[in-house]
């Protein structure tokens, strides 16, 4: 779920709309301090709706609050949505554009052809 | 010295579709190795590599450079690249610490706008050798073709990594003789970046060298 609130489209695309086909739930160490430096980076509004739009049974507040950034509860749940949730087989979509980056193996091929790139 | 990661899960049907690790991937381990305290004061939390391939330095880097848990993304035009370097991670067990995001696309076109100024740490052992064109359609033949004097890519490289590094962020980059140091310095320059030889090495085929940019 993480690289999906990295990447772009074909020019300003952001966020790319996720269409998962098969989603994986992975294992990973939990480490709040690595949660809390992500947050800092991640764009949250991109990230609740991708959760809402998947369907995902977990519950985000609508905005992050300085309190909830050190809440237990709060940081699990965001450990659990970006580093363990996968989306093995799927596709990103550009919002501006309709183009369709399809996710194989987990990994999104987010190559353009030539006459995509002005 | 710190021992090169495992790459023993790779068989000769794997080295068809990925770049074999040679001189060139060993001497950007070695330099990275030299610059270990330098790397290490800089606590690096962000870190890309252009062209991934095996997925050697990024492990290296995982394994060795990385006390707390760090955020990789790992890129490559080829898809096999991509999954090669996310069974080496996991082969040298690092997966549970780190985090990895591998994605397929040409340099980091995708990344850029959301990574701008953000990335600590940026890897490249670029397609270096000076050929007629860098757009070749051959998967292995696309991890050598430099293009005219073996810097098309390595070009668009330096610009990309001026606006994807940190305030302190480092680039470490491989490069060929015949690339030429003062070009390197030159392109550098254009956009804000100095540069730095970090440490040299003749092969029986090759002058190599790899550099250090940094803001200036």
């Known amino acids: ?118 | 010295m710190f021992p090169t990661p495992d790459l023993s899960h790779f068989t000769r049907n794997d080295y068809n579709e990925i770049y074999e690790p040679d001189a060139d991937s060993f001497l950007l381990l070695d330099a990275l190795e030299l610059k270990l305290n330098k790397i290490l004061e800089q606590k690096p939390f962000i870190i890309l590599e252009f062209g991934c391939g095996s997925g050697l330095a990024t492990t290296f880097i995982a394994k060795h450079f990385c006390p707390t848990s760090c955020l990789f993304f790992a890129i490559d035009m080829n898809p096999y690249a991509c999954y090669s370097t996310r069974r080496t991670f996991h082969q040298n067990n690092v997966h549970n610490k780190h985090c990895l995001n591998i994605i397929q696309c040409n340099l980091g076109d995708p990344l850029i706008d959301r990574l701008s100024s953000k990335i600590d740490l940026i890897l490249f052992n670029p397609p270096y050798v000076p050929t007629e064109t860098s757009d070749v359609k051959e998967v292995i033949e696309r991890t050598y073709a430099g293009g005219k004097q073996g810097i098309e890519v390595i070009e668009k490289a330096i610009e990309q990594a001026s606006r994807l590094l940190s305030s302190k962020g480092l680039f470490y980059m491989v490069a060929l003789e015949e690339n030429n140091f003062d070009t390197l310095k030159e392109l550098g320059n254009q956009v804000g970046l100095n540069i730095e030889i970090v440490l040299k090495r003749r092969t029986c085929i090759e002058r190599l060298f790899v550099v250090e940019f940094q803001r200036n």
Do not use: W
């Open chain 1, 1 to 118: 779920m993480l690289t999906s609130n990295i990447l772009k489209g074909v020019k300003k695309g952001f966020p790319l709309k996720i269409n998962a086909v098969k989603i994986e739930n992975v294992s990973v160490d939990y480490n709040p301090d690595f949660i809390t430096r992500i947050l800092q980076r991640i764009e949250y509004d991109a990230l609740r709706g991708a959760v809402i739009d998947l369907g995902l049974n977990e519950s985000l507040p609508e905005t992050i609050s300085e309190t909830i950034q050190q809440d237990e509860t709060f940081l699990k749940t965001m450990h659990k949505i970006l580093l363990e949730y996968e989306i093995e087989e799927g596709e990103l979509i550009c919002p501006e554009t309709g183009r369709k980056f399809p996710i194989s193996k987990g990994i999104p091929n987010m190559l353009l052809q030539e006459t995509e790139i002005s």
